[in-house]
C-alpha cells in the first residue's frame, strides 16, 4: 500500500485498487477465511458421519502440529523427528493396553498389560519425553542443516524399531484391539465422544503451548531463534532451553500418539515413515511458524485437502494421497518464494 | 561455511572414545570375516554392489553440495527420475509390457523442461558472441525455433519409446559428428600449432559426417541399443530438470533466503512433489527394470557376483575420474572452485556464476539419475527410492569427508560395507539403521569424515 | 485488523457449529424398492497386493455385467461401489466408513488382504455389516465374527500342505525367508511347525518388510546355512519373482518352494529362468472344472490376461453366491437375512462343487494343489506357467 494512486485515476477506480492492494497485504484474512469457509462447506457436503473421522483426524494433526511448532516456529530448529515420538505415544499406548493374546502358532506373542487408557496416556507422553532427553544430548550438539540431516535420521531409526522389534511392536503385524478412553463408568466409545475428547486434548495443548511461548521462556526462545548467539551472550543457558522445549513438545506429541492409536484401534509401522514426518513438517511450515493458530489452519487446510480430493471428480481414489501430496510439494515450493513465513506466521524461515 | 564450526566441544577424551569406536568395528568384522571367510567375501560383493551407487550419489551431492552450500533434496528427485526414465522407456519390455503407460502430460512437461533448457543454453553460450553480428530479432527467433524444435523432439522421443533407437539416431548423428570434428580439430592444433583452423574444419567435415552417419546407422540397426539410449535420454532429462530447477527457482530464493533451510525445505517441496507424481504415474509398488547385460553370476573366490555389478563399480570408478578431471584440469573446475569458496567474489572477478552453478546442478542430476538407474537395474524401482538413495548418498558423503571427491567414493564404499557386514548377526531389516548410526556416529567424532576436505 | 479477524473466527465457527447440528439431525435415506441392489467392493486396488485387488475387482465387474445382462436380480440391476483397502488396516477401515458412511452399504464384497479383513472385520461385526472375502486367508479371520465369510482357504491348510509337500519330497533342512505381512508370516507359520511335527529342522529364517528390493544379503546368510530347500512366503509377486532371481544369482541351485505368490505371472516373468522348477502349493482351478475353465476363458477374452486363476474364480464366485442371496431377499440393507442365506447355501462354481460354509463363515469343501514351474519356453497363458502335479499329499 505504499504506492498512492496517480491523481488521473478516477475515484472509483481508486478503491479498486486500493482494494486489491489491501487484500495483497491481507493473505492472512484470505487464508483464514478460505480454509475456514472450506470447511463449513465441507461439513454441509458431507454431513457428520464422516466429518467426526475428519475432524479426529483434524484434531490428531493438530495437536502433532502445535507441538512441533513449538521447536520448529518458536525455536527454530527444523526437526524431522517428530514423527518418531508420535509413533513411541502410539505403540506405547498400545503394547500397554492392549489385551489381545496372539496365537503363537502364527505370529510373535508380546506382553500384554491390558492397562486402562487413562493410566496408559501419561505413559505415553513420559516415554516419548524420555527418548526425546536421549536423542536431544545428540541433538544439541548440531544446528542448521545437520540438525535436520540427524532429526531424519532419528526419524529412520525410529521407524526402523518399530518395524524390526518384533518381541515389542509385533512389527509389520502391528497391534489390534487397543482401549478405547474409558474410566469409571464412564465410557467414551462412539466415534462422537472421542472425537470430543481428542478436541479437549487438543484444547489443553493449544492453552499448555500458549502459555509456555507467552511466558519469559517463549521470549527467550524467540531470542534463541533469532539469534543464538547473543541469547548466550546474555547469560541464558541455551542448551538447556532449547532441550526442554524439545521434551516438552515430544510429550505432546507422544499424548497426540496415545490418541491415534486408540483410535484406530490398531497400530503398525507404516503409520510412522519418514514422509509423514515430511508431510507434518511442511503443514506447519504451510500454516506459519510460530503461530499457534497457523498450525491449527495449516492442518485444517491440509486435513480438508485430503478429504475435499477424496471428491475431485477426474481422480481415481487410490491417488489421492498422492496428489494431496504434491499439491503440499508445490505449495511449500511457492511459499518459500513468495511467502516464507507461511500463511499466517509472522516469522521467516 | 566450514563444517568444523559447527561442532561444540571435541576434546581429546571425545577423541580418544571414537578411535575405540573404530577400533571395536574393524575387530568385529576381521573376527567376522575369520568366522567365515567365503560369506565375508560374498557380503564384501554385495556390498561393493551397492557402495558404487552410493558413491556416485555422494560425488554428485558433494560437488553440488561445495558449490552452492545448501542440501539440495531435490536431488533424490533426479535419481528416482533417472532410474523411472528408463522405466517409463522400456517397460514395454518387461514384464510383457504390463504396467507400460505413456503420459501424454509428462511428455509435454518434460519436453518443456527441455525446450526451456536448450533455448537458456543457447542464450548463455551464444548470445555474447554472436549479439554483435546478428540482429536481437534474428538471434531470437533462431534460438526460439531452436529450443522449440528440442522440446518437440524430446516429445516425439517421449511419446513413442518403441522406437527410440530410430528416433534418436539423427541426434546420435549429430552427437557423434560434432564430437569427432572437435577432437580432429583439437589434434590438429596439436599437431601444428598456429595453423588456421577454417580450412582444415572444412576439409575433415565429410569425415565427421561420416563417421557420424555411420554410428546413427549402428544405432538404427541395433535392437539392443534402445536399452542404452534410454539411460542417455533419462540421464539428459534429469540433468535438464536439475538445471531448470537451479535456473527456475533456487536462483531466485537464493537472493532472497536468509538462512539455507529455506533452500532446503524449498527443495524438500520439489522432492515431495515429484515423489508424488512420480507415483501418480507409475503407482507405488516396486517395479523391475527390463534385463540389461551381465545378469548371469559369476563365482570369483568362492563367491558370486553379477557382470552387472562390476560394471556398476566400474562406472563409480570412471565417474570419479571424470570429476577429477573436469574439476582438475579444466577452467570450469577452476570457476567451480571459486564460486564454491566465494560466490560475491567469483562473481567480482568475472566468473558467470549463474552458468557455472547450473552446470554444476546438471552433472549432479545426471551423475544422480545414473546412480538411480543402476540401482533399478540392479534390484528394482520403486517411488521412494529417490528419498532413500538421497539420504545414503548424503550418509555417504558425511562418511567420506563432504567436498572431496575421494572421500565420496570411498565414503560409499564403506557405507555399502559397513551396512552389509553390519546385519553379518543381526536381521537384515536394521540394515537403514545401521547407516544412520554410522551418519551420527561420525558427525559427533569425525566431522570432516575420513578423507577432509583440501 | 485484528477485531475484524476475531469477528470473522467467531462467525465462522458459530455457522459451523450449527450447520454441524443440523446434520447430525437428518435421518438415513430411505432405500426404494426398485432401485439397484448395491453391494459395496473392498480391494487392494494398490499397494502390496495390488495384482490380487485388481484381478478380483476385474473378476466381479465381469460377474456383475453377466448378471446384469441376464436380467439382473429379481429385475433389479446389480451395482457395486468399489473402494481401495490398499492391503492394511488402517486404509480399510477408511474404505470401510467410506462405503458405510458416505454410501451406506450393508453388504461387502472384500478384501484382498488379510490385514485390511482384520482391520474392518471388528467395525463390520460390530456394526452388523456383512464383510465376505474371495482373498483374505488369514486364520484369525475365521474367529472374526458373525458376519464375516470367505471362499478363500485358510492359511493354515496351505502350510499344512507345505510341510507335507517338502517333508515327503526329501527335504530335512529348510531355510525360510518370509514378507512381514500378516498372510506371508501365516503360512511360514504353519508350514514351520508342521515341518517340525514332521521331523526337519529350520536352519535359518529371515524377513524383509514390503516394499524390499534387495534381498541379496539376506539370502546369502540363509544359503550359508547350507539348508536342502528355500521357503519364500512372499505377500507380493514382485518381492517373490525378485527373490528367486536374487537367490540363483547368488549361486544357489537348491530347491525352491513357496505359494501361490511365487508363482503368479508378473513373480515369474521377473525370475524369468530361476524360476523353472519351483513346487507351489496353492489353491487352483482344477483343468476338470469346466465351469472354472470358462470363467477364466471368459475373463481373458475380456481383459486380455489372465492371472492368479484360483482368485478371479473366488471373487467370481463371491458375486453369483451374493446375487443368490440377495434374490432371496430381495433387500441390499438386510446384513442378517444376507448372512442366514450364506449360512445355508451350498454352492457350485469357478472354484469347485458343491462347497459351503460352516459355523465360522469359513469355506468347506475345497482342497490345495500342487504345481511345479515349467521352463520359460513352455509356459503360455493357458497353463499360466506351471503344471498341476495333484493334490496335496497328506501324512
Redesign the interface.
Known amino acids: 500500500m505504499n504506492a498512492t494512486p496517480p491523481r488521473l485515476v478516477p475515484a472509483a477506480m481508486r478503491a479498486r485498487i486500493g482494494l486489491i492492494a489491501a487484500s495483497r497485504g491481507n493473505v492472512e484474512l484470505w487464508a483464514n477465511l478460505a480454509v475456514l469457509t472450506w470447511a463449513v462447506a465441507f461439513l454441509v457436503w458431507q454431513g457428520t458421519g464422516f466429518a467426526v473421522t475428519v475432524g479426529t483426524v483434524f484434531a490428531i494433526w493438530a495437536i502433532l502440529a502445535v507441538s512441533l511448532n513449538l521447536v520448529v516456529g518458536f525455536t527454530g530448529l527444523?526437526s524431522i523427528a517428530h514423527v518418531g515420538f508420535f509413533g513411541i505415544g502410539a505403540y506405547s499406548m498400545a503394547i500397554l493396553t492392549s489385551g489381545t493374546s496372539y496365537d503363537a502358532l502364527r505370529t510373535d506373542a508380546i506382553p500384554t498389560f491390558g492397562w486402562p487408557f487413562f493410566a496408559a496416556l501419561p505413559v505415553s507422553a513420559l516415554a516419548a519425553g524420555l527418548v526425546a532427553a536421549v536423542v536431544g544430548v545428540?541433538l544439541n550438539?548440531?544446528?542448521?542443516?545437520?540438525f535436520?540431516?540427524?532429526t531424519?535420521?532419528?526419524a529412520?531409526?525410529s521407524y526402523?524399531?518399530f518395524?524390526?522389534w518384533n518381541e515389542l511392536t509385533r512389527g509389520a503385524f502391528g497391534i489390534h484391539d487397543i482401549a478405547r478412553p474409558a474410566a469409571g463408568g464412564l465410557v467414551l466409545d462412539s466415534d462422537g465422544e472421542f472425537l470430543a475428547f481428542t478436541l479437549l486434548c487438543l484444547a489443553l495443548t493449544v492453552a499448555v503451548s500458549w502459555l509456555l511461548v507467552s511466558s519469559s521462556f517463549g521470549r527467550v526462545l524467540l531470542a534463541i531463534r533469532e539469534d543464538e548467539g547473543a541469547a548466550e551472550v546474555f547469560g541464558y543457558r541455551v542448551a538447556h532451553y532449547k532441550f526442554t522445549v524439545w521434551i516438552i513438545s515430544a510429550m505432546l506429541a507422544g499424548i497426540a500418539g496415545g490418541l491415534f492409536s486408540s483410535w484406530t484401534r490398531f497400530v503398525d509401522p507404516y503409520s510412522f515413515v519418514?514422509?509423514e514426518s515430511?508431510?507434518l513438517?511442511?503443514v506447519v511450515?504451510l500454516g506459519g511458524l510460530a503461530t499457534i493458530w497457523g498450525s491449527l489452519l495449516g492442518v485444517m487446510a491440509f486435513v480438508l485437502l485430503e478429504e475435499g480430493m477424496r471428491f475431485v471428480p477426474f481422480l481415481p481414489n487410490e491417488?489421492i494421497g498422492?496428489?494431496?501430496?504434491?499439491v503440499?510439494?508445490?505449495?511449500?515450493?511457492l511459499?518459500?518464494?513468495f511467502r516464507?513465513q507461511g500463511l499466517v506466521g509472522k516469522y521467516?524461515? | 561455511m566450514p563444517?568444523p564450526e559447527?561442532?561444540?566441544?571435541r576434546g581429546d577424551h571425545q577423541r580418544r572414545l571414537g578411535v575405540a569406536l573404530a577400533a571395536l568395528v574393524i575387530a568385529y568384522i576381521s573376527w567376522k570375516v575369520l568366522q567365515?571367510p567365503?560369506?565375508a567375501l560374498?557380503?564384501t560383493y554385495?556390498g561393493l554392489s551397492?557402495g558404487a551407487v552410493y558413491a556416485l550419489l555422494a560425488m554428485g551431492f558433494t560437488v553440488v553440495y561445495s558449490t552452492v552450500w545448501?542440501?539440495d533434496l531435490s536431488y533424490g528427485a533426479a535419481a528416482a527420475m533417472g532410474a523411472y526414465g528408463v522405466f517409463y522407456l522400456r517397460s514395454q519390455e518387461?514384464?510383457?509390457g504390463?504396467y507400460e503407460g505413456n503420459n501424454p502430460i509428462v511428455n509435454v512437461v518434460l519436453g518443456a523442461v527441455v525446450a526451456g533448457v536448450v533455448g537458456w543454453a543457447l542464450h548463455a553460450a551464444l548470445s555474447g558472441r554472436l549479439r554483435a553480428r546478428f540482429r536481437r530479432g534474428t538471434l531470437l527467433l533462431a534460438a526460439g525455433a531452436l529450443s522449440a524444435g528440442s522440446g518437440l523432439y524430446t516429445v516425439l522421443v517421449l511419446a513413442f519409446p518403441a522406437e527410440i533407437n530410430l528416433l534418436l539416431s539423427p541426434a546420435v548423428c549429430a552427437v557423434t559428428a560434432l564430437l569427432s570434428s572437435w577432437a580432429l580439430c583439437r589434434l590438429y592444433r596439436v599437431l601444428r600449432p598456429g595453423a588456421r583452423l577454417a580450412p582444415f574444419v572444412a576439409a575433415s567435415a565429410p569425415v565427421s559426417g561420416a563417421a557420424g552417419l555411420a554410428c546413427a546407422l549402428l544405432v538404427a540397426g541395433a535392437d539392443g541399443s534402445r536399452l542404452y539410449l534410454s539411460w542417455a535420454v533419462s540421464c539428459a532429462v534429469a540433468g535438464a530438470v536439475g538445471l531448470a530447477l537451479y535456473r527456475g527457482?533456487y536462483i531466485?530464493?537464493r537472493e532472497?533466503?536468509?538462512?539455507?533451510?529455506?533452500?532446503?525445505?524449498?527443495s524438500?517441496?520439489?522432492?515431495?512433489?515429484?515423489?508424488?507424481?512420480i507415483?501418480?504415474v507409475f503407482?507405488?509398488?516396486?517395479?523391475?527394470l527390463p534385463?540389461a547385460f551381465g545378469?548371469d553370476?559369476r563365482?570369483i573366490g568362492g563367491?558370486?557376483i553379477?557382470g552387472f555389478n562390476l560394471f556398476t563399480i566400474g562406472v563409480a570408478v570412471a565417474g570419479l575420474l571424470f570429476l577429477r578431471l573436469l574439476l582438475g584440469a579444466t577452467t570450469f573446475g577452476k570457476q567451480v572452485r571459486a564460486v564454491g569458496d566465494d560466490e560475491e567474489v567469483a562473481k567480482v572477478v568475472g566468473i558467470n556464476t549463474t552458468v557455472v552453478i547450473a552446470t554444476v546442478f546438471f552433472i549432479g542430476a545426471v551423475l544422480a539419475a545414473l546412480a538411480g538407474l543402476l540401482s533399478g537395474h540392479?534390484?528394482?524401482v520403486?517411488p521412494?527410492?529417490g528419498?532413500l538413495l538421497l539420504?545414503k548418498g548424503?550418509i555417504a558423503s558425511?562418511v567420506g569427508g563432504i567436498g572431496n571427491l575421494y572421500g565420496a567414493l570411498l565414503g560409499g564404499f564403506a557405507l555399502g560395507l559397513v551396512e552389509?557386514f553390519g546385519?553379518?548377526d543381526l536381521?537384515?531389516?536394521?540394515?537403514?539403521?545401521i547407516s544412520?548410526?554410522v551418519?551420527?556416529l561420525f558427525?559427533?567424532f569425525w566431522p570432516t569424515g575420513l578423507l577432509p576436505r583440501r | 485488523m485484528r477485531r475484524l479477524r476475531g469477528t470473522l473466527l467467531a462467525g465462522s465457527l458459530s455457522v459451523l457449529l450449527v450447520i454441524a447440528g443440523a446434520v447430525a439431525c437428518d435421518g438415513d435415506e430411505e432405500s426404494d424398492e426398485t432401485g439397484p441392489l448395491r453391494i459395496g467392493v473392498m480391494e487392494s486396488v494398490?499397494?502390496?497386493g495390488?495384482t490380487y485387488g485388481t484381478v478380483a475387482v476385474q473378476a466381479k465387474q465381469m460377474a456383475v455385467d453377466e448378471i446384469n445382462a441376464a436380467g439382473g436380480i429379481n429385475g433389479r440391476p446389480l451395482e457395486l461401489v468399489v473402494e481401495d483397502e490398499k492391503c492394511n488396516a488402517q486404509d480399510a477401515i477408511t474404505a470401510y466408513q467410506k462405503l458405510t458412511d458416505v454410501d451406506g452399504v450393508k453388504i461387502i464384497l472384500g478384501t484382498s488382504c488379510s490385514g485390511a479383513m482384520l482391520g474392518a472385520a471388528p467395525l463390520a461385526e460390530e456394526d452388523g455389516v456383512i464383510l465376505f472375502s474371495g482373498l483374505a486367508t488369514n486364520p484369525d479371520i475365521a474367529n472374526a465374527g458373525d458376519f464375516i465369510f470367505r471362499t478363500a482357504i485358510s492359511d493354515t491348510q496351505v502350510g499344512v500342505d507345505t510341510g507335507n509337500v517338502m517333508w515327503s519330497d526329501g527335504i530335512r533342512r529348510l531355510a525360510t525367508i518370509t514378507e512381514?505381512t500378516d498372510y506371508a508370516e501365516g503360512v511360514r507359520r504353519t508350514t514351520v511347525a508342521q515341518f517340525e511335527t514332521l521331523g526337519g529342522e529350520v536352519v535359518g529364517a529371515?524377513?524383509?518388510?514390503s516394499?524390499t528390493?534387495?534381498?541379496?544379503?539376506?539370502l546369502?546368510?540363509l544359503v550359508?546355512a547350507d539348508p536342502d530347500a528355500l521357503h519364500i512366503a512372499a505377500q507380493?509377486e514382485?518381492?517373490g519373482?525378485?527373490i528367486v532371481k536374487q537367490v540363483?544369482?547368488?549361486?544357489y541351485d537348491g530347491p525352491l518352494y513357496g505359494e501361490v505368490v511365487a508363482a503368479g505371472t508378473?513373480a515369474l516373468?521377473?525370475a524369468?529362468d530361476a524360476a523353472t522348477g519351483l513346487k507351489v502349493i496353492t489353491a487352483d482351478i482344477d483343468p476338470a472344472n469346466q465351469r472354472g475353465t470358462a470363467v477364466l476363458s471368459r475373463f481373458l477374452e475380456r481383459y486380455g490376461?489372465v492371472t492368479l486363476p484360483w482368485y478371479v474364480g473366488s471373487a467370481y464366485d463371491d458375486v453369483y453366491i451374493a446375487a443368490e442371496c440377495l434374490r432371496m431377499t430381495n433387500d441390499d440393507q438386510d446384513a442378517a437375512g444376507f448372512r442366514d442365506c450364506l449360512y445355508a447355501i451350498t454352492w457350485s462354481g469357478a472354484i469347485g462343487e458343491g462347497y459351503s460354509f460352516d459355523e465360522n463363515g469359513e469355506v468347506v469343501g475345497l482342497t490345495n494343489i500342487v504345481a511345479e514351474v515349467l521352463p520359460p519356453a513352455e509356459r503360455t497363458a493357458e497353463n499360466f506357467g506351471y503344471r498341476v502335479l495333484g493334490p496335496a499329499p497328506t501324512n
Open positions: 527444523l545428540v550438539r548440531f544446528r542448521d542443516d545437520i535436520v540431516l540427524v531424519f535420521g532419528f529412520i531409526i526402523s524399531v518395524l524390526n519418514l514422509l515430511i508431510v513438517v511442511s511450515i491417488s498422492q496428489a494431496r501430496q504434491a503440499l510439494g508445490v505449495l511449500l515450493v511459499l518459500m518464494l516464507p521467516r524461515l | 563444517l559447527q561442532f561444540i566441544g567365515s567365503e560369506q560374498q557380503f554385495n551397492v545448501f542440501f518387461a514384464l510383457g504390463q527457482l531466485y530464493m532472497r533466503a536468509h538462512s539455507p533451510l529455506v533452500m532446503l525445505v524449498a524438500l517441496g520439489v522432492l515431495l512433489a515429484v515423489t508424488a507424481a507415483t501418480l503407482e507405488s509398488a516396486p517395479r523391475p534385463e545378469s553370476p563365482t563367491a558370486s553379477k540392479d534390484t528394482a520403486q521412494r527410492m528419498l539420504v548424503w558425511v552389509q546385519i553379518w536381521a537384515g531389516e536394521w540394515r537403514d539403521l544412520f548410526v551418519l551420527i558427525l559427533s | 494398490t499397494g502390496p495390488e512381514l529371515e524377513s524383509y518388510a516394499d528390493t534387495d534381498f541379496r544379503t539376506q546369502t546368510k550359508e507380493s514382485f518381492a519373482g525378485t540363483r544369482e547368488i549361486g508378473t516373468e521377473i524369468g490376461y
